[in-house]
């Protein structure tokens, strides 16, 4: 019997399905059976702020120091996502909501085979954010949420990017924390502040809270 639920027809965190004919088909390899070979559990951190808050920055620290360990770990990134599978997406509400439903479908695919999955969007709308924490708990999978919580005066005095400029000019609209909102996490599994930590301690927390919960060996 394996241990993977089988999705929810009625489920109120995604859209109904415009395909007929259509039956889930479970596979003879377990999650438990990925687990052993891989030695670990699959999960998603789900990195949310505000642009420039340095969700990729840590992303990226994270993936580095948890395949240095030996785990298998892939970032899903904003903008790297919106190069492909949602290239067809603006930044509308209705398409910012979509192109966080899709992630948090990948998400889940790629926790299920046992990937500790890294998701850095700024996902402002907490609905969306807790659309995707449900995806993961019907499937029983672990979801963290992580908030970048660094200051917007911090995010536009880095402004990686020349966004916040460009928004501050009017030559962006809809920018979140400008124009636009962001929501912050009502209630996050992991509280970062890169404003007053470094990059190191960051991922050092991260790893910390993943060994702590039993998703990776210490």
């Known amino acids: ?46 990195l949310t702020g505000l642009s420039g808050s340095g969700k990729s920055t840590v992303g990226v620290a994270l993936e580095h120091a948890l395949n240095a360990r030996g785990v298998l770990a892939y970032r899903l990134d904003g903008d790297n996502v919106r190069h492909g599978l949602n290239a067809n997406l603006g930044f509308g509400a209705d398409d910012r909501k979509e192109n ?77 924390g400008i124009d636009d909102p962001y929501e912050l996490p009502k209630d996050p599994e992991i509280d970062l502040k890169t404003g007053e930590n470094t990059i190191e301690q960051s991922v050092e927390q991260l790893v910390a809270e993943l060994t702590k919960r039993g998703l990776i060996n210490s």
């Open 1 to 46: 019997m394996s241990d993977q639920k089988q999705p929810k027809n009625e489920s109120s965190s995604r859209p109904t399905s415009q395909s007929t004919n259509i039956v889930w088909h479970d596979g003879e390899v377990s999650r438990a059976d990925r687990a052993k070979v891989l030695g670990h559990q699959g999960c998603t951190l789900w």
């Open 100 to 176: 966080i439903r899709r992630i948090g479908e990948v998400a889940k695919l790629f926790a299920d085979a046992g990937v500790v999955t890294i998701s850095s969007f700024i996902s402002p709308y907490q609905a969306d954010r807790d659309q995707v924490r449900k995806i993961h708990e019907d499937a029983g999978l672990k979801f963290l949420e992580v908030f970048i919580n660094t200051p917007i005066e911090i995010c536009e005095q880095r402004d990686p990017k020349g966004l916040y400029k460009k928004a501050r000019a009017g030559e962006i609209k809809g920018f979140t």
